[in-house]
């Protein structure tokens, strides 16, 4: 009744109009709604009528990427990293926890994040110098785990990283981590089972502590003469989304944090 009172030139280009919003909406959100009134139940003087049939819903693209070793091609024989950066080959992953539960291969959490040293760069230059690189041929590093460039040398898995993505050296278990830079390792404070009125947590509801005690501390910097502000022994407080968490053969939680994280000494 409404579209018996519009003009049919005005009406012919209303429609257009809503033609044309109908489908691009249709193309960037996936999916359209036609109104009631637009067409279905007023009538058309020019061509048909606009239907959900005509209008099709087309779905939303999406696109992901998976990250894998790039191969080395056959030609190349060898890496030699540059400036600070070092050439680390991968540890196997592990196939079991060590409370004996299997893992599966393909879970990123339990991607092996250390390896052995194979090659070193010369170093980076500094404000007084060239600074070389410490670390060595032969040693056992932990890494990051989202850092460096995966490369693959036959069926052997590398990785090129920065020499400030190497978190520590390794001799055994986690507890026994060195430090590198201006990281320190603390072991972790347990979690409480109640509160103070007596009331048991379950494990979604408690809030994991932000403290712990200081095992190790790293050099520091090197193009830094600052000293490291913490000492081995003492009980600190650190940020809440920092550094990198490890579990020893224990099962004794550590975290790895930069020096900046830590808050507070505790007593």
Do not use: W
């Amino acid at each position: 009744q409404e579209a018996s009172l519009v003009h049919p030139k005005l009406l012919c280009v209303y429609l257009n109009i809503n033609t044309k919003m109908a489908t691009f909406t249709a193309n960037m959100m996936g999916k359209i709604t036609i109104p009631r009134h637009s067409c279905s139940s007023a009538p058309c003087l020019r061509g048909s009528a606009i239907t959900n049939n005509r209008i099709q819903s087309k779905p939303v693209r999406r696109s992901f990427t998976v990250y894998a070793a790039q191969p080395l091609p056959a030609q190349y024989k060898g890496v030699k990293p540059v400036a600070d950066r070092v050439f680390v080959k991968v540890a196997e992953a592990e196939q079991q926890s060590a409370g004996g539960i299997l893992l599966p291969s393909l879970d990123s959490q339990n991607k092996p994040t250390q390896g052995v040293v194979v090659a070193v760069g010369p170093g980076k230059k500094g404000e007084k110098g060239m600074i070389p690189v410490s670390l060595k041929v032969g040693d056992t590093v932990s890494y990051s785990k989202f850092a460096g460039t995966e490369v693959a040398i036959g069926e052997d898995p590398h990785i090129l990283l920065k020499e400030e993505d190497c978190i520590g050296l390794m001799s055994g278990d986690v507890s026994k981590m060195s430090p590198l830079s201006d990281r320190v390792l603390i072991q972790c404070s347990e979690e409480e089972d109640e509160t103070d009125g007596g009331l048991l947590l379950t494990g979604s509801s408690t809030e994991k502590p932000l403290t712990g005690k200081v095992v190790a501390v790293g050099p520091g910097k090197a193009e830094s003469e600052e000293e490291m502000d913490v000492t081995v022994g003492s009980e600190v407080m650190y940020s809440k989304y920092s550094g990198t968490e490890m579990t020893g053969d224990d099962g004794t939680e550590y975290i790895v944090v930069r020096v900046a994280d830590v808050l507070a000494t505790l007593s």
